[in-house]
T-cell receptor, first 112, second 113 residues
Framework: DQQVKQNSPSLSVQEGRISILNCDYT??????FLWYKKYPAEGPTFLIS?????DKNEDGRFTVFLNKSAKHLSLHIVPSQPGDSAVYFC???????????FGPGTRLSVLP | KAGVTQTPRYLIKTRGQQVTLSCSPI?????VSWYQQTPGQGLQFLFE???????NKGNFPGRFSGRQFSNSRSEMNVSTLELGDSALYLC????????????FGPGTRLTVL
């Protein structure tokens, strides 16, 4: 039973447009969420995070939105660039500071 | 500052064998976590070590074990390998247990034939 879901295995976006990656979770004890980006043959790299006390966190072109009532978060990339093409993982951590739970990932392709 | 290093990068084993993977965290980091990544499954948490103690364990059989040394380096062992153990094994380090930002190594690609 997946506690963190990323229902879109892949997404294609034109360069310069907005990329929106979605993530849903089932465990209401999760209180910290992170997005990681992974290129082939490399480990995931931390991108941006959000605490459950916030509903938005912005860092440059990347913005994460959290809707706690819907147990949904999304990552917006504006404008999308070809270098953003990677697999994006959503991860969550519960308020006991236990292990991270990762989603299965969404492969983003930004087309020039 | 050097990143997280994992050795070896690639391994091929046969069913029934055992394997040991190694992870060296970023200097100063004391927490090491291990993950298994398989196609379509995302990253599944194996265990976390902090100060040479296993702090948390995921839902994996006892064939998967690990340990951490006094210099924070960690090893993961899988005994009696099965075909389904073929995966990318990732190690991540963080300053301390419970710290939210983890830094991942490049992984060890294990193939079980």
């Amino acid at each position: 039973d997946q506690q963190v879901k990323q229902n879109s295995p892949s997404l294609s976006v034109q360069e310069g447009r907005i990329s929106i990656l979605n993530c849903d979770y089932t465990n209401s004890m999760f209180d910290y969420f992170l997005w990681y980006k992974k290129y082939p043959a490399e480990g995931p790299t931390f991108l941006i995070s959000i605490s459950s006390i916030k509903d938005k966190n912005e860092d440059g072109r990347f913005t994460v939105f959290l809707n706690k009532s819907a147990k949904h978060l999304s990552l917006h990339i504006v404008p999308s660039q070809p270098g953003d093409s990677a697999v994006y993982f959503c991860a969550a951590r519960d308020n006991y500071g236990q292990n991270f739970v990762f989603g299965p990932g969404t492969r983003l392709s930004v087309l020039p | 500052k050097a990143g997280v290093t994992q050795t070896p990068r690639y391994l091929i084993k046969t069913r029934g064998q055992q394997v040991t993977l190694s992870c060296s965290p970023i200097s100063g980091h004391r927490s090491v976590s291990w993950y298994q990544q398989t196609p379509g499954q995302g990253l599944q948490f194996l265990f976390e070590y902090f100060s040479e103690t296993q702090r948390n364990k995921g839902n994996f059989p006892g064939r998967f074990s690990g340990r951490q040394f006094s210099n924070s380096r960690s090893e993961m062992n899988v005994s009696t390998l099965e075909l389904g153990d073929s995966a990318l094994y990732l190690c991540a380090s963080s300053l301390a247990a419970g710290v939210n930002e983890q830094f991942f190594g490049p992984g060890t690609r294990l193939t079980v034939l």
